[in-house]
């Protein structure tokens, strides 16, 4: 039962990979593509080490997975708000680019 | 003056050099200046360059004889896959067999770049601290290669840099980079025991203070790791790792005379010279990424 509840998490992490690939080559425009990879980066590696975390052996390893996810759930985003923070102060068409202003 | 008609007249003026003392303004100014002889001409790039088809022939000659040097060499090298060759069975081997007793440390990678090939990671590290040094001669702010308009936008920056107000950066470096620069330091006192070493941890610990930098600015650094001290880390370790590993270097390639304590593969004291030389390498690391970041945004260290 573990496992099967493992499998699936793992492949739905593995889904949001993909999918925030296919994003980063397919959008074109920096929040865009920044909003893809900011996804794999917390839901796709949440997914995965959930998964992960179920098949754990003791105390440690699922520790260790916990500390993982804590880490990457803290540092993507905040990577994520200072490419968007620079993009809206260096970028002079801002507004006409993200609100079609 | 009166005028010289006759050319006896003239021939007296130019003996006592009359013309030339009237006129010695302008024949200063015009007069050629002595020149001293160049005996050993040096060879100007310009001159080569003109001639164009001297320059295409040196070309092709240097990128000749360089390529032949090469294939020479390549020719020599016993073919590649080749079952006997001696990096397929023996070097290996050695390594897999007796890495543990000879070098006390687990992790067979940490025993091979700091043991057997020390002085190849010595290299490496010195280049690692030459890079650095060419990039403070460089990029250094100082006095005599910055103008006033330049340090007045630096200024602007800084103000700029000073109102914006990072708390969303500042709360996740707070929590984070200590915790950064920990596993760095545990990857690198933990090299010779597991994956890891002088190299990845410091470049973790590098890490570590870049993003404390930029949340915190380049002065909360400086109240630890200025430019004196920056100075005296890389040169001291590049020091003590000269020092550890020329007393194995100078006491024979076999090791002959080798007597410091290898302890029990396995603790954390042990595999001899391989931790002192690992914090070595990650203290010169740690310091030379943070170097780079520091010169490339503000300047100085």
Same mark, same amino acid.
């Given at each position: 039962m573990r496992e099967v509840f493992a499998i699936i998490f793992i492949v739905a992490g593995v889904l949001v990979f993909v999918i925030a690939l296919l994003g980063i080559y397919r959008l074109k425009y920096v929040m865009n593509r920044m909003h893809a !990879? !900011?996804?794999?980066?917390?839901?796709?590696?949440?997914?995965? !080490?959930?998964?992960? @975390?179920?098949?754990?052996?003791?105390?440690?390893?699922?520790?260790?997975?916990? @500390?993982?996810?804590?880490?990457?759930?803290?540092?993507?985003?905040?990577?994520?708000?200072?490419?968007?923070?620079?993009e809206m102060l260096t970028n002079k068409d801002y507004d006409e680019r993200v609100h079609g202003k | 003056?009166?005028? #010289?008609? *006759?050319?006896?007249?003239?021939? #007296?003026?130019?003996?006592?050099?009359?013309?030339?003392?009237l006129h010695a303004d302008e024949y200063i100014a015009k007069r +050629?200046?002595?020149?001293? +002889?160049?005996?050993?001409?040096?060879?100007?790039?310009e001159k080569i360059k /003109?001639?164009?088809?001297?320059?295409?022939?040196?070309?092709?000659?240097?990128?000749?004889?360089?390529?032949?040097?090469?294939?020479?060499?390549?020719?020599?090298?016993?073919t590649f896959g080749n079952a006997s060759n001696p990096g397929n069975n023996e070097v290996m081997e050695r390594y897999l067999e007796k890495g543990i007793e000879e070098t006390g440390a687990i992790n067979f990678v940490?025993?091979?770049?700091?043991?057997?090939?020390?002085?190849? *990671?010595?290299?490496? /590290?010195?280049?690692?601290f030459?890079?650095?040094i060419c990039v403070l001669m460089l990029l250094r702010r100082d006095s005599k290669n910055i103008s006033a308009a330049e340090e007045k936008e630096i200024a602007e920056d800084e103000a700029l840099d000073a109102v914006d107000h990072k708390s969303i950066l500042q709360v996740g470096a707070k929590y984070l980079s200590p915790v950064i620069i920990l596993y760095g330091i545990y990857v690198i006192l933990n090299g010779h025991l597991s994956p890891g070493g002088g190299f990845s941890g410091g470049s973790i610990v590098g890490g570590g203070l870049i993003l404390y930098a930029a949340a915190f600015g380049h002065q909360s650094v400086q109240r630890f790791l200025n430019f004196r001290t920056f100075t005296w880390i890389s040169v001291g370790?590049?020091? *003590?790792?000269?020092?550890? +590993? /020329?007393? /194995?270097?100078? *006491?024979?390639?076999?090791?002959?005379?080798?007597?410091?304590?290898?302890?029990?593969?396995?603790?954390?004291?042990?595999?001899?010279?391989?931790?002192?030389l690992n914090i070595c390498v990650g203290l010169i690391v740690a310091c030379t990424m943070y170097g780079f970041y520091a010169l490339f945004t503000k300047g100085d260290i």
């Open positions: !990879a !900011a996804m794999g980066d917390t839901l796709g590696l949440g997914l995965i !080490a959930l998964g992960l @975390l179920m098949m754990g052996q003791d105390i440690f390893h699922i520790g260790k997975y916990i @500390l993982v996810i804590l880490f990457f759930w803290m540092s993507s985003p905040i990577a994520s708000h200072m490419i968007g923070k620079v | 003056m009166h005028k #010289k008609n *006759t050319f006896l007249q003239k021939l #007296k003026a130019w003996v006592n050099g009359e013309d030339t003392l +050629k200046q002595p020149q001293p +002889k160049q005996w050993l001409r040096s060879p100007s790039v /003109s001639n164009r088809a001297l320059y295409s022939f040196l070309c092709v000659l240097v990128a000749m004889v360089f390529i032949t040097i090469m294939m020479v060499v390549v020719s020599e090298l016993p940490a025993g091979m770049i700091l043991d057997y090939r020390a002085f190849d *990671t010595f290299g490496e /590290s010195n280049v690692l030459l890079a650095v370790c590049l020091l *003590t790792y000269f020092a550890c +590993k /020329s007393y /194995s270097f100078f *006491t024979g390639a076999n090791h002959v005379g080798y007597t410091i304590p290898k302890g029990i593969p396995g603790h954390i004291l042990s595999a001899g010279f391989i931790l002192p």
